[in-house]
């Protein structure tokens, strides 16, 4: 089974802080994704990585940087973080669209709450 | 900039009915998926749809592609209780693009 692990459940925060959110797959997918999730609006892609070291810009990517110096482990950085950046993050992971096995697969969300 | 829309976002469905929940997607692409997300959980991949007239087949639920209408459905068919959730609809143009996703209350 595809096991996508987020480092945290829940995550309180204060405004300002720099915050962390670490996402770990096992499967050795080339891509991997990192959105946010709110009431009324969706998913709401912030970064996406499709190889180590690359990243691309998602919908919503103000406030947010990224890393991944390895393959199986994808970062989420909050360079200082806002009450508005309180949210459930998910991050999810897949194959290059060259096989028909591309459906992503998601982790069990961060919920950050930041005061 | 790819747009994907579901409708309708809140359905309230009596057990027993049938209906159809549908993602209209702006770009041209040949490959949808269809989530379900359970209250407080993530998201579980249910179909993937590949070509054009492509249909999918899971116990009550049925989901198809029509990518010259840029048009996908997910069918429900006898609804029963546990199918209460929410569903989401994406498609994959470069990047993944999610729907706003439809909440389902299937009651007696």
């Known amino acids: 089974d595809v096991k996508v692990t987020q480092s945290s459940r829940y995550l309180v925060k204060r405004t300002g802080e720099k915050v962390f959110l670490e996402c770990v797959q096992d499967?050795?997918?080339?891509?991997m994704f990192w959105y946010r999730q709110d009431p009324g609006l969706g998913l709401r892609l912030i970064y996406f990585?499709?190889?180590?070291?690359?990243?691309e810009k998602g919908d919503i990517p103000e406030g947010y940087s990224v890393s991944r110096e390895k393959k199986e482990r994808f970062s989420l950085i909050l360079e200082s973080a806002s009450t508005n950046q309180t949210s459930m993050y998910l991050c999810?992971?897949?194959?290059?669209?060259?096989?028909?096995?591309?459906?992503?697969?998601f982790g069990q969300g961060t919920r950050l709450t930041v005061v | 900039e790819l747009k994907v829309e579901q409708n309708p976002l809140f359905l309230s469905m009596q057990e027993g009915k049938n209906y159809t929940i549908y993602c209209n997607y702006s770009?041209?692409?040949?490959?949808l998926y269809w989530y379900r997300q359970d209250p407080g959980k993530s998201l579980e991949s249910l179909f993937v749809?590949?070509?054009?007239?492509a249909v999918k087949q899971e116990g009550r639920l049925m989901a198809s592609l029509d990518t010259k209408a840029r048009l996908s459905t997910l069918h429900i068919t006898a609804a029963v209780h546990d199918l209460s959730a929410t569903y989401f609809c994406?498609?994959?143009?470069?990047?993944?693009?999610f729907g706003q996703g439809t909440i389902l209350t299937v009651h007696p």
């Open positions: 499967m050795d997918h080339e891509n």
């Open positions: 749809l590949l070509s054009n007239g």
């Open positions: 770009t041209t692409s040949d490959r």
């Open positions: 990585s499709y190889d180590v070291k690359m990243k």
């Open positions: 994406a498609v994959s143009y470069g990047k993944l693009t």
């Open positions: 999810a992971s897949s194959f290059l669209a060259r096989t028909s096995r591309t459906e992503a697969f």
